[in-house]
């Protein structure tokens, strides 16, 4: 057979991660990691040039081609931060070379789930991938060992467990409404097959499937009141895995609940999955903007950030139309950049800082300047300012919501007002003013965080039009 | 050779008012002083002190600044010029136009604004209690004025004081309420604006009621001379002001012959010497009141002009 | 399909729900794990009649490893636990049995009322199957919030998976049933071992998750 | 023509950049500035060619922004007049700042923020749709609070910085939602397409409400002004400058822009609404200025102030053009947009006066000043023509359009509406008011500061200032006169405007003899600057010269007399709140329910009497702390919910799944 770039995107990262399990040594296994990500992402890369046909199992289309190769991308710089990052972690002897070996073993598993999900073309596949991906990361968030860490692995783990379960009942309706109309057999669970037929459907057993998929995967997604598991796993787990979870898990997630609403948007009779989408994604806006003011551990605040913005995605495609749509696809991907540049930020303050309680941190623009500002362009871009990339997609949220539903747009209007007053309220003390708390040093890579946030200036400013037009076309095809 | 007449007439206007202001103060004072049962000084003292002023030598403080020493000639600068705007016998003057009531009203702020200022140079605490209090009660007499202008404005629409002026002369205007509380406004402003009794007290010093006074009180010489001069000025701008407005009559028109011209002169003077008696009349009969009444009094003033511009606004609309 | 064989896979579906009935009612923490062997049980052979029923051969290795893994392995390894960290034995509850049962009641009407909205064209078996089902998920989550003690929550989640397993294996012909049964008991295998670590950490006396909640990571 | 524009701004991007690589070498201000300085002629040049010149509007569009739309930029009249008032700020603050940067301790802060304001300041105006006005105002916003926050170890200022983008973002999304209203649920978001769509009169209404939240906050209407007398203070003094003088018109022109132009036709309840909110601005505005004794907040106060007397003319504007009196709507736009010339004069030199003050003394407060006069003649000389000025003293440039204004109100009793004949009279008494307060303002700040004996050694010691700021102050008081004598000019020069606003203009005023202006007709009212200013000057001279020559000119220096009560010490001047506190009794207690406590020695005691001065500010206690409290009081409650145990987290999920079965159940 000829080289295809899919199942390379698989096999690099699986292979990596048995190589990573069976070598010694911090220097060689973080470098393998680093090839292996930038090998994928080259591989996913080409993608964006020729797509390898749909088979039973994988596919690619417009929607997922744009995600594979951002979740290589931020996974290739991501490896990069981890490298200084669990250097430090090492000299200071918070982590252990052999847990050390385990998590680079770990972290190219998390890869390899996380591509399958997003090339299956078999909702039990994703299912199985997206799984894999939980229990993954439920190791490494435990990896620190202390009593913070065991307990936020617990309770992501508990409640990520039945989400999984509540997901997987959800795709066994889905074969069950899929089974009448196209047979039995596996083709019932082909993605691409079950979005041309689902227009006959059962109703009632759709409506059934998509309540618990929205429930099951919505746990990942981490809507309220879902969200429980997410600011302790952030916070507690390695800022690596933070940035990885925030910038990909949850995209993940919410690309396999996008899957589903294609196909009720097929279906005319069920019931419509936007009211749902809606209601969920004001609460999680409105609760995590609020839940904003209290946070005194950094990482944990950026993560209820992220529950805002998942907030702010699921509201737009529950709003639906052509620019909510595109708003919301546009939103996933500036976000998922945007947060992880944040938590490459952040990782190295706490480094520097030697503690995650914001209380104890201040003056960074002054003492550490290029940490300081950088932090300080993160907030900017994740608060929806211009000219960065999540202005554009808030913009079309907000403006193309107001003409048909204002009171929605209104409460999305206060929730972002809200948060953004809560983050700049950190910021504050965080950035600026006098310096506060120690400050060690540490051989931070900058490249990366600058990296993404260059990335998402420059979708500010100016968008390819190839992406555009997947997006657009994505937006028709989710209704 | 119109031009030239008007020239002449402008002249003239500005030379009569300024040789007139001192005359008026001392017809003043002589006939309060009178009231009083006193001999009182000569109606031309008021010309005798500013000559002595003008010959002394000046005595400066020492911390007072180059500003300090201006002053003097804008205050009497923007007064003149503001007198020299306002008919007097005759409507219609050549530069009459170049600032209407309005602006004639804002060059008075502005003498007085630097009025201020130069109470507040010398750094002693006198000049600064005057000029404080000087400026509250600018603060209240001003949109008064600003409103009893509206009000004229509204009736002639205009703000030029000849057309008033020609409006009011000609029969069609007859009695109006509103025209009667802007006279009433018109003349608690210029009680205020003059530091006349019962907001101020001119012939006293030494007083911590003193709002004028305590301003210049720094001053000397010369200096004082152009200060006091701009002040009859003031005093002869605002009853002449009244006299053009509420009693233009006699005030010959534009290219009138000189017989007409004659005939307003005197009108003016007449009216002068009423404005001044009634003047006299009113400050022998009251007392002065507390600093921290003026507002009250001057309050009124803006209320009755505010009532009867919005009394204009209704009646015309009907 | 002969009746016979309907009636077969409709009174184990049943029996399923009421195995779940009991787990609800128990309070010993020992007599749950029994039960819960029971559900076990009662899943493996519901599934083997599913796979003479369909005759999906693949359907009988879903059904060995319900009965060896969950019915025999799970509650041996719970016992062994148990015994080890000396958790005491009752069962703490949020809601009294009756209540609990009485919720359980609405649950399961709940699960009725929603399947049989789907139309009747889905086939007879699978939609009987789906409401059991259905109803054996909403216990095992119910079992789950009403219970302190860590162990039973774990039951009710087995349970709840049980009830998943069983939806799986009615939906006629569906693929991937065995990897998922599997993947599941990966899962399972995992949350033991969960609690096994902790007890290794040695940080925590007990399981009962209230006591892991003090070790938050922000104080208010 | 657009396109010089946009590469001057692509070229002030660049300096930003540059500015972070050079800025700590001490030729790098002197490049940034004047680099910006150059940039700013350019395009101030370009301007107003095209405003004198009535060229026809030029369009550019760029494949930026939004792909299906790509970003417009139009340069008309109006943006042409507000590229000149923005530019000829950006000219004088650069030149200002040339040597007023020298002074700068943190370079690295303000270097590479200034050029980028000045860009967002400029695109702001030429922006054509609604996508990249947006992201020029906010990147505005952005850049200006970067600037605020340049000195950041004053706690103050990072107090101000906060408010300032909080209230700033509020202004973003309320303009946003305006435009989104406007551009329709398929969104388009072009101007042109926007003026296209004729909006309902609901929308229309809406979107005047949003366009004053959004425009109002940035200008500081009252009461959304509470962010600005705290930021523009805290900025370097070039940057108050630019904030005050420039970017709140800047605002101005977002609010004319949407409600002249895209809008429509108004409503006459409109102009209710936003006369009701000037005159209040107007007030409140200089009432608080009133009680300031620093420096740089006094003239923020005064900034809200004429930012109210700007809002009385396009409030008239509006009623007019709604009762299709476009003669009058005419006036009153020249009127507002004239003052929104004047004021970025005065308003920039007296903010640079402040900073040259502040440089040579260090010190903000008035009470801590005094006498400067003496040290600082030059310095002193220009703030006193900007006191002038904005005290609407003639023959200044505040005058004439305060004058103007004026005339425009007397001729609102032809308004058919009857709110509108009680409302306006009502207006035009808060406009005199303020106009006088401010004159009071004006003689304490400059009397405090400048004239009397100094209160500190600072004071004692100062220096008067570098030859760049002097010459950026001198140029600014020059036209601050020219623009004084001469109004005629400066009308006709608006004439372009007014007519894409108003559909007509006011007379040619540039015909009429002696130079004078004429608003209506040469029997209703009339000023001539030139000639009182003339008169004023000759008969000045003829006084000082005829004294001089027949009087005596002798002069001796002795101390001050005061009474005879000689006092040595300069503690007993008169102080800034000392001098506002009859006024304080006065307005002060009704409005900021100000209590003065007299706290006495117990007899014998020798200690001083103190006399303790509490005001409160109605807008920030009655509005934003109100509201402050309640979001703190609900972030309270909701972070219960951090600290539940897994098994309450798990019954969420369970009720929420249980509601949904439920709703699906019970669906029809």
Known sequence: MTFDPVIAVLLIPAGAAMLLAALPGYRLTARINVLAALASFIVAFSLFFHRPGQGPYFHVDDLNNVFIVLTTFVGFTTSVFSASYIGHELEIGRLTPVFLRFYHAMYQVLMFAMNLALVANNIGLMWVAIELATLTTVLMVGIYRTHEALEAAWKYFILGSVGIALALFGTILVYMAARPVMGEGADAMVWTSLVVRAAEFDPA??????????????????????????????????????????????????????????????????????????????????????????????????????????????????????????AGLLHMTMHSLTKSAIFFAVGHIAQVKGTQQIAEMGGLTQTNPVLGWGLVLGVIAIAGMPPLGIFASEFLVVSSTFARAPWLAIILVFGLLVGLAALFLRLNTVAFGEPRGKSGETHASYAPMFAHLALVLLAGVYMPPALVGWFQNVAKLLG | MALITDLFVQGGQMLIVLLLAPLLTGFVRATKARMMRRRGPPLVQPYRDLVRLMRKEVVLADSASWLFRVIPYLIFAATWVAASLVPTFRTGLLFSWSADLIAIAALLGSARFFLALAGLDVGTSFGGIGSSREVMIASLAEPAMIMIVFTLALLAGSTQLSTIAELMVAPGVGLRVSLGLALIALIMVALAENARIPVDNPATHLELTMVHEAMVLEYSGRHLALIELSTFLKLLLYVSLIACIFAPWGVAEQGATSAALAVGIVAYVGKLAGGGLLLAVFETSIAKMRVFRVPEFLGAALMLGLLATLLLFVSRSL | MSRLTFDVAHMLAGSLVLVSFLQLYQDRLYALLNIYAVHALVLALSVAWQAYAQDAPHLYVTAAIALVFKAIIIPIALHRIIVRLGIHREIEKVVGVGPAMLIGMGLVALAMVVMLRVTAEADPLAREDLAFALSVVLLGLLMMVTRRNAVSQVVGFMSLENGLVLAATGAKGMPLVVEISVAFSILIAFIVIGIFLFRIRERFDTVDLQVLDSYRGERR | MTVVILVCAACWLVLAGTAVAIGRSPAGSTIIYGGSLLLAVVSLVVGTIHLLGHAAPAAVTLPLGLPWIGAHFRLDALSAFFIVVVDLGAVTASLFAIGYGRHEQ???????????????????????????????????????????????????????????????????????????????????????????????????????????????????????????????????????????????????????????????????????????????????????????????????????????????????????????????????????????????????????????????????????????????????????????????????????????????????????????????????????????????????????????????????????????????????????????????????????????????????????????????????????????????????????????????????????????????????????????????????????????????????????????????????????????????????????????????????????????????????
């Open chain 4, 106 to 668: 943190a370079p690295l802060r303000v270097l590479p923020f200034y050029p980028a304001f000045l860009a967002g300041m400029n695109v702001v105006v030429l922006a054509d749709d609604a996508f990249s006005f947006l992201v020029a105002w906010e990147f505005m916003s952005l850049s200006s609070w970067a600037l605020v926050l340049a000195h950041h170890q004053v706690p103050d200022n990072i107090r101000a910085g906060y408010v300032y983008i909080v209230m700033a973002s509020f202004g973003t999304l309320a303009l946003l939602l305006a435009f989104g209203l406007l551009a329709g649920p398929d969104g388009g978001y072009a101007f042109a397409d926007i003026r296209a769509s004729h909006p309902s009169a609901a929308v229309a209404a809406l979107a005047l409400c949003l366009a004053l939240l959004g425009a109002g906050s940035k200008a500081g209407l009252v009461p959304l002004h509470v962010w600005l007398p705290l930021a523009h203070p805290a900025a370097p003094s070039h940057v108050s400058a630019l904030m005050s003088g420039v970017m709140t018109k800047v605002a101005v022109y977002g609010f004319v822009r949407i409600v002249f132009d895209l809008l429509g036709e108004p409503a006459w309840w409109w102009s209710m609404v936003v006369l009701t909110l000037a005159g209040l601005t107007c007030v409140l505005g200089v009432l608080y200025a009133l009680m300031q004794h620093d420096l740089k907040r006094l003239l923020a106060y005064h900034t809200v102030e004429n930012i109210g007397i700007i809002f009385i003319g396009l409030g008239l504007g509006l009623a007019f053009k709604a009762y299709g009196m476009a003669w009058a709507a005419a006036l009153a736009l020249t009127a507002a947009l004239l003052h929104v010339f004047n004021h970025s004069l005065f308003k920039s030199l007296l903010f640079f006066g402040a900073g040259a003050v502040l440089t040579a003394t260090g010190e903000r407060d008035m009470e801590h000043l005094g006498g400067l006069i003496h040290r600082m003649p030059q310095t002193a000389f220009t703030f006193l023509i900007g006191c002038a000025a904005i005290s609407a003293l003639p023959p200044l440039n505040g005058f004439v359009s305060e004058w103007l204004t004026f005339q425009a109100i007397l001729v609102s009793p032809q308004l058919p509406s009857w709110g509108l004949k009680f409302l306006v009279p009502a207006v035009g008494a808060l406009l005199a008011l303020s106009a006088t307060l401010a004159a009071a303002c004006f003689v304490k700040a400059f009397g405090v500061t400048f004239l009397g004996r100094a209160r500190t050694p600072a004071a004692m010691a100062a220096q008067e200032t570098d030859r760049f700021s002097l010459a950026a102050m001198f140029l600014l008081a020059a036209l601050c006169l020219a623009a004084g004598i001469l109004p005629g000019l400066f009308i006709d020069a608006l004439a372009g405007v007014v007519q894409t606003l108003a559909g007509e203009r006011m007379p040619v005023q540039s015909g009429v003899e002696w130079l004078s202006i004429v608003p209506i007709a040469q029997s209703r009212s009339s000023y001539n600057g030139l000639l009182v200013f003339l008169f004023m000057v000759i008969s000045g001279v003829l006084a000082a010269f005829a004294i001089h020559r027949l009087a005596s000119d002798r002069l001796r220096r002795a101390p001050a007399w005061d009474c005879g009560y000689p006092d040595a010490s300069p503690a007993t001047q008169y102080t800034a709140s000392s001098f506002a506190q009859p006024i304080r009794r006065v307005f002060g207690s009704a409005v900021f329910r100000a209590r003065e406590q007299v706290t006495m020695p117990p007899p014998g005691d020798t200690g001083p009497a103190r006399l303790h001065v509490v005001l409160h500010d109605p807008v920030w206690e009655g509005l934003y702390l109100p509201l402050a409290a309640g979001i703190s009081f609900t972030a309270e409650r909701l972070n219960g919910l951090q600290f539940l145990t897994i098994r309450q987290f798990l019954s969420l999920v369970f009720a929420a799944l249980v509601i949904l079965l439920l709703v699906l159940a019970l669906w029809p």
């Open chain 1, 205 to 326: 057993l759709l409506n059934l499937a998509f309540v618990f998929l929205l429930l099951g995967y919505g746990t990942k997604v981490g809507l309220a009141p879902l969200h429980a598991w997410l600011p302790d796993a952030h916070a507690e787990g390695p800022t690596p895995i933070s940035a990885v979870l925030s910038g990909l898990l949850l995209n993940v997630a919410l690309y396999a609940l996008l899957r589903f609403k294609m196909l009720l948007a097929v279906n005319p009779a069920a019931l419509a999955p936007g009211p749902l989408l809606v209601t969920m994604g004001l609460i999680s806006l409105v609760f995590a903007a609020f839940m904003l003011y209290r946070r005194r551990d950094i990482k944990r605040m950026f993560a209820y950030s992220s529950i805002e913005h998942m907030g702010i995605i699921a509201f737009a495609f529950g709003m639906g139309g052509p620019l909510a749509n595109f």
